[in-house]
């Protein structure tokens, strides 16, 4: 695993409408099911594209609040 915060998210929607995050090197695609294994030609599938409404763009990071002073400044 690399460090802390370096991997980036990617939300994804998944087939009953629920968001889930994913990492960007794997938004483009998705892991074929047992039945959708093998293609036409009897080749192993590994890999099937991810439509393009479907991944919904990066997860926005929030914005980091300013640090207020405690002191007061009268």
Same mark, same amino acid.
């Given at each position: 695993m690399?460090? &802390?915060?370096?991997? !980036?998210? %990617? *939300?994804? /929607?998944? @087939? +009953?409408? *629920?968001?889930? =995050? %994913?990492? +960007? @090197?794997?938004?483009?695609? /998705?892991?074929?099911? $047992?039945? *959708?294994?093998?293609? #036409? #030609?009897? @080749?192993?599938?590994?890999?099937? +594209?991810? #439509?393009? /409404?479907?991944? =919904?763009? #990066? +997860?926005?990071?929030?914005?980091? @609040? $300013? %640090? !207020?002073? &405690?002191?007061? &400044?009268?």
């Open positions: 690399g460090k &802390t915060g370096s991997i !980036e998210w %990617v *939300q994804i /929607k998944g @087939r +009953k409408g *629920q968001t889930r =995050l %994913v990492p +960007k @090197r794997d938004a483009a695609a /998705k892991r074929p099911g $047992p039945a *959708q294994r093998y293609d #036409s #030609s009897g @080749r192993i599938r590994r890999q099937i +594209k991810r #439509s393009e /409404k479907a991944i =919904l763009g #990066s +997860k926005a990071k929030p914005a980091r @609040r $300013p %640090v !207020e002073s &405690t002191e007061s &400044t009268e």
